[in-house]
């Protein structure tokens, strides 16, 4: 965990404790600027599309840009917070998955069973996909915090049986059945010309936001990352927070995969994957979160998230061959990863 820590609006109580850790003003300098270099690539991106390919806006690329962005910003919001508290969640991917799956299922039994009561299917199944989500939080947030197993570990091992569960729910094929209502009136809808996700997003990212500026639990959070000790000292519940903040990076990954479900029409193992995984640690980490925990705001996360988006978008509209993409994903992140180091290193020396 990181020694350095920003806990914006943290209580007098716990100000000495919390401000006696070393750098805090250089880090958050240096959050400050990675706020200013992530726009400056954005606005880079969209214009040198805007120039090389007129389709880029076009209604329906817009629409589908917004759309995948919505998807990619709920499950990084969740990720940031993990991060922002010292650890990883590497089951968000396969939690997509599982959600689907198990929300379709769910639909699909109740439609059946209750013919006609599309309201008490589409209940069963939401809450079934959302608690679905949250068991693996929970586990993987008591493996955490009770018997102190790395959190990569940890669900890099959840990832693994959560997706072998989608598995075998489906068998790898599609599941079917849910009412059309749901499908129809929710996951294709628009509202002022948006699809649904995108406020749903919204809705989220608001959350998130007032949690972190106005709440104790997103104040503990940054405190914990920042330096467990000192907020051991000022009497932070470290164990129920860690929980918590795996509980909801988990329940906010199912929230996506229902999203998907919603708007595919289908519940489907193959949704998520390494490749959400990897996107919502990139957009976190390009989007100010500090690996080392302590540091990092949801609002600029959803910004990272927008970009990366487009960047893919734009990747595709060029025709970049698929299997070159994931290069450029992972020089961006190392990029900002390094850029994140030298800054640290350039402050420690002032």
Do not use: W
């Amino acid at each position: 965990m990181n020694a350095q820590a920003s806990v914006p609006g943290a209580s007098a109580s716990h100000a000495p404790a919390l401000a006696a850790r070393p750098g805090v003003a250089a880090s958050a300098r240096g959050f400050i600027g990675r706020i200013g270099f992530l726009p400056a690539l954005l606005v880079l991106v969209v214009v040198g599309m805007a120039a090389a390919d007129p389709q880029f806006y076009g209604p329906i690329n817009i629409l589908n840009i917004l759309r995948n962005a919505a998807f990619l910003t709920i499950v990084a919001c969740g990720q940031a917070l993990v991060i922002i508290a010292g650890g990883f969640d590497l089951s968000v991917g396969a939690v997509v998955a599982l959600a689907s799956v198990v929300t379709a299922k769910a639909m699909a039994l109740t439609a059946a069973a209750f013919p006609g009561n599309d309201g008490l299917a589409i209940a069963a199944g939401v809450a079934a996909g959302l608690g679905s989500g949250a068991a693996v939080g929970v586990v993987n947030g008591l493996c955490v915090a009770r018997l102190k197993v790395s959190g990569f570990v940890v669900t890099l091992g959840t990832m693994s049986a959560t997706a072998g569960i989608a598995l075998m729910i489906t068998s790898g094929i599609p599941v079917y059945g849910m009412p059309q209502s749901f499908v129809r009136d929710f996951g294709r809808a628009q509202f002022l010309g948006l699809p649904t996700a995108i406020y749903v997003a919204l809705i989220v990212l608001a959350a998130m936001i007032f949690v972190q500026r106005r709440t104790l639990f997103g104040r503990y959070v940054y405190a914990i990352g920042g330096n467990a000790e000192a907020a051991i000292v000022s009497g932070v519940a470290i164990r129920r927070h860690v929980v918590g903040t795996y509980v909801l990076s988990g329940v906010l990954a199912a929230l996506a995969g229902i999203l998907l479900t919603a708007q595919v029409g289908s519940g489907q193992a193959s949704f998520g994957g390494d490749r959400m995984m990897l996107q919502s640690i990139a957009a976190a980490v390009i989007g100010g979160v500090s690996l080392r925990g302590g540091i990092g705001r949801v609002e600029i996360v959803a910004v990272s998230a927008l970009f990366l988006t487009i960047l893919g978008n734009a990747l595709n509209l060029l025709h970049i061959d698929s299997r070159l993409q994931p290069v450029f994903l992972g020089v961006i992140m190392v990029a900002a990863v390094a850029l994140d180091e030298l800054g640290r290193r350039r402050k420690a020396r002032v």
